[in-house]
């Protein structure tokens, strides 16, 4: 069983900042690739950020510039540093590992439960 464990999110004001945290923990022996996705209610759930084992890294057009996303390979921990918010990146951010498990699988379908992250005007 991997666990990812999303932490960060809560209530700003346009033009705040906040940063998530995504610690993955369990049954990993290497982490890939990580990421970043947001939903919000009645939309579908969409890219935001990755980094992948050798650091590179790719944004979605909307928050490029604004986002930034680093990783602790030694923690297995992904984060997203978000500048200059927007009330339309209201929505619930999950974290996403692509990684090898103790039971030799390569899976790219591990999630975290999400943290709320809240943008007022």
């Known amino acids: 069983q991997v666990q990812l464990v999303e932490s960060g999110g809560g209530l700003v004001q346009a033009g705040g900042s906040l940063r998530l945290s995504c610690a993955a923990s369990?049954?990993?022996?290497?982490?890939?690739?990580m990421g970043w996705y947001r939903q919000a209610p009645g939309k579908q759930r969409e890219f935001v950020a990755r980094?992948?084992?050798?650091?590179?890294?790719n944004y979605a057009d909307s928050v490029k510039g604004r986002f930034t996303i680093s990783r602790d390979n030694s923690r297995n921990t992904v984060y997203l540093q978000m500048n200059s918010l927007k009330p339309e990146d209201t929505a619930v951010y999950y974290c996403?590992?692509?990684?090898?498990?103790?039971?030799?699988?390569?899976?790219?379908?591990?999630w975290g439960q999400g943290t709320q992250v809240t943008v007022s005007s």
């Open positions: 996403n590992c692509f990684a090898r498990t103790v039971r030799g699988e390569v899976r790219d379908d591990i």
């Open positions: 980094i992948s084992n050798t650091e590179t890294t």
């Open positions: 369990g049954s990993i022996v290497s982490v890939f690739t």
